[in-house]
Each structure stands twice: as structure tokens, then as C-alpha cells.
T-cell receptor, first 113, second 116 residues
Framework: AQSVTQLDSHVSVSEGTPVLLRCNYS??????LFWYVQHPNKGLQLLLK??????LVKGINGFEAEFKKSETSFHLTKPSAHMSDAAEYFC???????????FGKGTMLLVSP | GAGVSQSPSNKVTEKGKDVELRCDPI?????LYWYRQSLGQGLEFLIY????????KSGLPSDRFSAERTGGSVSTLTIQRTQQEDSAVYLC??????????????FGSGTRLTVV
């Protein structure tokens, strides 16, 4: 069975400061891990994915995530937040590589000027 | 098409009526998924198609929900005798799976269903 826990339901940062969105997972197999972003009234957009290649994954818009097997974590980071980053972020795990995705509950990122 | 297309984008229906939601996946994507996003519930998996068959329909919440896919392409999710708790955004995603490799999902913009 697979599960994913996003540790914060809301994260507030100031523009220009670093972003850290935390995610822990459990999986019976070697997992594939993803971060998706959803802007208000928009669809889900893939930010980045880890599929057993390099453990540090770079995504779009300056985001990156590091897969740490020993900590079962896949935290999302960005060095400097932008107002346009304000959205809801979902950490997602798939342990069968091609089938059902399990979504975290989401973390709402709020960016203040 | 260039992306996953869902229609309608918004649907308001009266309690007890049936509704059909449509998903057009990316051309050539063999796998298609339906998810539901409810306020405070996150995203729930509903059903997965590989070609026209559905090897995993474990997420359908009741027998009022059904889905089919024809020609390995378009899928329709049908909800019969809608209830207010069915109000949610229904998301469709497709993916290309070839020789055991997974290339990631592309989601549609969803259908916002409101049952009044």
C-alpha cells in the first residue's frame, strides 16, 4: 500500500524568501514521486517527477525536490518565492509505476509582498 | 489533441438527475484515469482504464457511478440519480505507458459538478 503525508496544510512566505513544502511517503515498492501545482480555478500541472534516476530533481519555475529514501521524504523547495507561486501544491506517489496515483491532502502556499 | 479535454467545464444539475462527463485524452495515450476533487477531501481515485478495459475501478464510490471508454480514446463518466455529496470537480488524466515505462500524467481542467 502507498500513502503520502503533506505535513503542512498552509505555508506562508514573503516574496523573495525560500519555500519549503514538506512531504513524506510510504510505499511497498520503489516509488515514483511527483509534485503537482494547482492555481485557483485551473487544472493540475506537473512541476517535477522522480522515477529512480537522480535523487535531486529539478522542475519548472525554479522548483526542485530531493528524494531521500532513508527519510522517506520528497520535500519541494524554491530559493526565492514569487507572487505567482501562490497556489495549492500536491505531493503524489505511485508505487506501481503506471497505475493509481495517491495524492496528499495538499499544501496551500501563500506569498505576501 | 494537444492536451486532455474535458466537457462540460461546469455542470449544474438537480438532485436525482443523471449526468454524463466526457474526457478526451491526449492522442495515443493508452491509460486514462478519473479522479474526484472535493472541498476538504483532496483528490480521490475513481477508475483507471488501460485501453478500453478497466483493471481498477476500486475508487467508484457507489453503483450510481459508472464509466466506459470506447476506441481506446474518449471516456464517459456517468453518475445516476445524483446526490448533493456528488458535487465536486471531476478530473480526467491520461498517460502514455509503453513497455512498462511510465511517462507521467497529464490532467484535464476538470468538470465542476454542482448538484442542487
Amino acid at each position: 500500500a502507498q500513502s503520502v503525508t503533506q505535513l503542512d496544510s498552509h505555508v506562508s512566505v514573503s516574496e523573495g524568501t525560500p519555500v519549503l513544502l514538506r512531504c513524506n511517503y510510504s510505499s511497498s515498492y520503489s516509488p515514483s514521486l511527483f509534485w503537482y501545482v494547482q492555481h485557483p480555478n485551473k487544472g493540475l500541472q506537473l512541476l517535477l517527477k522522480y522515477t529512480s534516476a537522480a535523487t535531486l530533481v529539478k522542475g519548472i519555475n525554479g522548483f526542485e525536490a530531493e528524494f531521500k529514501k532513508s527519510e522517506t521524504s520528497f520535500h519541494l523547495t524554491k530559493p526565492s518565492a514569487h507572487m505567482s507561486d501562490a497556489a495549492e501544491y500536491f505531493c503524489v506517489v505511485s508505487d506501481r509505476g503506471y497505475s493509481t496515483l495517491t495524492f496528499g491532502k495538499g499544501t496551500m502556499l501563500l506569498v505576501s509582498p | 489533441g494537444a492536451g486532455v479535454s474535458q466537457s462540460p467545464s461546469n455542470k449544474v444539475t438537480e438532485k436525482g438527475k443523471d449526468v454524463e462527463l466526457r474526457c478526451d485524452p491526449i492522442s495515443g495515450h493508452t491509460a486514462l484515469y478519473w479522479y474526484r476533487q472535493s472541498l476538504g477531501q483532496g483528490l480521490e481515485f475513481l477508475i483507471y482504464f488501460q485501453g478500453n478495459s478497466a483493471p481498477d475501478k476500486s475508487g467508484l464510490p457507489s453503483d450510481r457511478f459508472s464509466a466506459e471508454r470506447t476506441g481506446g480514446s474518449v471516456s464517459t463518466l456517468t453518475i445516476q440519480r445524483t446526490q448533493q455529496e456528488d458535487s465536486a470537480v471531476y478530473l480526467c488524466a491520461s498517460s502514455l505507458e509503453s513497455r512498462g515505462r511510465f511517462y507521467g500524467y497529464t490532467f484535464g481542467s476538470g468538470t465542476r459538478l454542482t448538484v442542487v
